[in-house]
């Protein structure tokens, strides 16, 4: 599946694109003054603006720039959050970051784009729902201003949907092993009313790692369960 | 349609589930006391936690719920509302209920898994949006938490979609008899975002009964209008 | 495609009706007290309300009931935005209007069906999302009221989904024309967490007119680098 379109485009903006999770990436050079006033960005200091805009998944998208503004000299401004997934129940994404040079944002979007087929390795759906698993040894910028975790140390999302599918995830992956919970979120707190349930946990990086992989074992078993059908995975899971 | 898993899983858990509004099921039997602390529960005072978590239809699994309850010594702790019905113009659900015993909190789960054939009896669907109508002689616990409904009063439903066939339905609701509104939801006001317009109405049981059956007749009319089919309902209607 | 029913329903308050946006238009000729008490309006004067209620599609309705309210002695009461679209990435739309004679708020319910396959002309679709444009030379009460534009000048609305390429729209249309921001609206920030990232620009209306042609422009290059396809609408683009 090599569904990258790369900047043949006549359109300067145009950075990269892929099927997954439908996600665009795109690079402003100068943006617009007014624009960037109104625009709900941490700072306002950089004028070179990068942009993630996805219809699903938002922490394949979230985890990806995680690892591109490591590699560059970029910062993460704004992580907003559609209920969209095209009919699912989830969310989509936009993430806009900022630089100093047009060439530094445009690599960092690429980056991210580059990490998606990783991302979404842990991605497992099926018609009744689906379950997301996510995994850093050490969380930057994008996953700090995403979902409050402390940078620098290991971070770890356990999700279910619908979302009672993600309580039950969350109290397996707590009882694992010794993790601090940042928050869990549910419909009616903390997510854009997405049918989700999601453990946003932080710690050693071998507990928190092994509180997400329980997780995903009982997750995988409660939607197997409710679809009547296994549900699976588009790539290769990356949290082992 | 004999839909019901039951508990040969390998996952404790898990209780029931079923293909109405893709309905699940669960009980926890002793929630870890970190993950308690982050749901966002009316009490923390139990330690077994049921879970009925749905894509489809909040009505029905409240309704249920409500019966459970009653039938049962538990006790219900939160209802969330996602936005969702895999595309549709309402909402999923996130029931959780407290107990002091599992057997008594599964029995609750599964006595509501039982009675969704019966509250899915007045939604009625249509390509072009749906209708739902609730009706019980005496509101309990569910249908308190979530609609704000006098205990051990008569309470009514009458719920269009898209959102302005709710109105007409709700006034002619209201003009059929005497009943007291309790509140009327709309898209940007009491839901979450859902493409429905909701009447919430208690009072006088034949009177709350008569209300929702006129409000039905109009809603019937109006979405086999719009969609040029007549709505279908897939199980047989309980509201008489 | 003619698809508008018209009222031989046996239900009074059925308008008409289209398949455009699934929308739907009624009358309610004397609404009742109760009712009016709990509905979001801006004033509770009127006792004849008018409904036009859809699934997909808000800005269409909205510049619609514009012309519509220009046209007839009735007023704009509310605006409401449902997240719906069917399972697509943006808003369906509550519009309610008030009147004194139920000629009058027919009419313009009516009038409002009729405008749609013009306000529907710069809908653009992809599998991937859809761009949205409207424009008006002199605003009235439902693009006031539902967008904050200053009544009696030019409005344009630049509109795109996912919301990352409504962001290069934006930067584009501001960069190309000198009009007044209104506002940035994008998934977390100014919409019921539609996909969308959509500008809300005011002021002279040549170059209102030239803003929101540049952003439809890069609109089409970007939603077609991301689904691999060519955007359509479904009728003549109006802007011009």
Known sequence: MNNFLNSTSVVPEFVGSTELGDTIGMCIPAVDAMLLDKLQVSTK??????????RTG????????????????????????????????GHGVLILIGGNDPSDVRQAISVA????????????NSPAGHLELQFTASAAGAVHM???APIGKA?????????GIGVVM?????KTAG??????ASPSHGTSFSNEGALHISGDS??????????REVGLKLLGQLGGVEPKNDFPAYIK
Chains 1, 2, 3 share one sequence.
Do not use: H
Request: one cysteine or more; hydrophobic letters at 45%; aromatic letters at 8%.
């Open 58 to 89: 938002a922490g394949p998208q979230i985890l990806a720039m995680d690892e591109a503004v490591k590699a560059t000299n970029t910062e993460v401004l704004d992580v907003e959050w559609p209920r969209d997934t095209k009919g699912g129940a």
């Open 206 to 215: 071998g507990a928190v790692r092994q509180a997400v992989i329980a997780g």
């Open 179 to 184: 993790v601090e919970v940042i928050k869990f």
């Open 146 to 148: 995403a979902f409050g």
């Open 155 to 163: 971070y770890g999302l356990i999700c279910g949907a619908p979302s």
């Open 45 to 54: 200091k950089y004028s070179v603006i990068g942009i993630l805009s996805s």
């Open 113 to 124: 784009l580059e990490n998606l087929p990783r991302t979404f390795g842990d991605i497992y």
């Open 170 to 174: 969350a109290d397996t992956a707590i």
